[in-house]
């Protein structure tokens, strides 16, 4: 049973920070990468970012490049998601989720989801 865990959402001004974090349990995903993704009211769910766990390579969504940061802690099984510098168009529900064999902006290629983080950024 895999299961996956966000944090750390919540309320933040514009401008501000926030960190979240998946937790994960059940199967090992080492050979795999773990991505986050967001979906916001009336829109489709949307890539962020993603991490290879084992080389550590990453990919960003243009509108997120030098504001977030992807990393993990293969000890602790857990994936972080830095926010940095937050805009009211941030304002979503992020997910985690794993289980793809490489990076994919394509959510329907990733098997396995966590319930979901509110993130909303004030103006």
């Known amino acids: 049973q895999v299961q996956l865990v966000e944090s750390g959402g919540g309320l933040v001004q514009a401008g501000g920070s926030l960190r979240l974090s998946c937790a994960t349990s059940g199967r090992t995903f080492s050979g795999y990468v773990m991505g986050w993704f967001r979906q916001a009211p009336g829109k489709e769910r949307e890539f962020v970012s993603a991490i290879s766990w084992n080389r550590g390579s990453t990919r960003y969504a243009d509108s997120v490049k030098g504001r977030f940061t992807i990393s993990r802690d293969g000890v602790k099984n857990t994936m972080y998601l830095q926010m940095n510098s937050l805009k009211a168009e941030d304002t979503a529900v992020y997910y985690c989720?794993?289980?793809?064999?490489?990076?994919?902006?394509?959510?329907?290629?990733?098997?396995?989801w966590g319930q979901g983080t509110q993130v909303t950024v004030s103006s």
């Open positions: 989720a794993t289980g793809a064999v490489s990076i994919t902006a394509t959510p329907r290629t990733w098997p396995y």
